[in-house]
């Protein structure tokens, strides 16, 4: 079963029903799954930057509590558009949320991630940066303070997923309406002190290539199609010891 990856924002204007749409009929008919991913528990990081730290408490409650919200708000989203679809397609589509796929091995890619954090500086600046670039947003300095130190956790989970998911999951294709974070192409072009195979725990084929594609046009009204960035993986003998 050929599947691919299409991950959608709880909030990006991006993902309105008319652009998912007209985003998906542009696919290939080659694929038999189109797995939805929903950032819903990375949201925490976004929610306690509002908040506060007088505010954190409650933050961890609510989604302790409604965890499965956005999921299955944007489950009942799904279901038209996949109404809207019609026959005009040959996959099928589910949807998933970040805890699918949080288990064992996603947490020691996360670790990974950290030690390569704290030892490789060039890393380091690039979640910064992106980190940085996301918390601008926020005019008041103690919420952009709190929210650059919250961003940098966001990312690094974030990379741990997209690893978990397509290193390990074996999704290779990723179609995204929004702008990729660079630092995560850069960890699958290889350019930090440890490799994509290597972070993400795997023996992987090198023959298997990552693809990430993006909208071939800025105003998704006037998309046609996606342009593709492939990424080719190192292979190793061994994986790295999980101990």
């Not at 990081?45 to 961890?60: E, P």
């Not at 926020?138 to 990379?159: H, N, P, T, V």
């Amino acid at each position: 079963m050929k599947k691919a990856l299409f991950p959608i924002s709880v909030s990006n204007q991006r993902y309105s029903t008319d652009n998912v749409v007209r985003a998906l009929l542009s696919l290939s008919r080659e694929y038999d799954l189109i797995v939805f991913l929903v950032a819903d528990r990375l949201q925490m990081y976004n929610k306690a930057t509002r908040a506060g730290k007088v505010g954190l408490f409650g933050v961890l409650q609510e989604f302790a509590d409604k965890r499965t919200d956005y999921l299955e708000q944007r489950k009942r989203w799904l279901e038209k558009i996949r109404d809207r679809l019609g026959d005009d397609v040959d996959f099928e589509v589910s949807m998933k949320g970040i805890d699918h796929f949080a288990d064992e091995r996603a947490f020691r890619i996360l670790r990974n991630l950290v030690l390569l954090y704290a030892a490789d500086k060039r890393f380091r600046r690039d979640v910064r940066k992106a980190a940085l670039d996301f918390c601008s947003r926020y005019e008041q300095r103690e919420m952009a303070d709190l929210g650059f130190r919250l961003s940098q956790g966001y990312i690094l989970e974030e990379i741990a997923i997209s690893l978990r998911i397509h290193i390990v999951g074996g999704i290779p294709d990723e179609y995204y309406l929004g702008q990729q974070w660079g630092v995560v192409l850069r960890v699958y072009q290889g350019e930090y002190d440890v490799d994509a195979t290597v972070l993400a725990d795997s023996k992987r084929s090198s023959g298997e290539p990552v693809n990430f594609y993006s909208p071939d046009h800025p105003e998704l009204s006037k998309m046609r199609g996606w342009i593709k960035r492939e990424f080719l993986l190192p292979e190793h003998e061994t994986s790295v010891p999980s101990g």
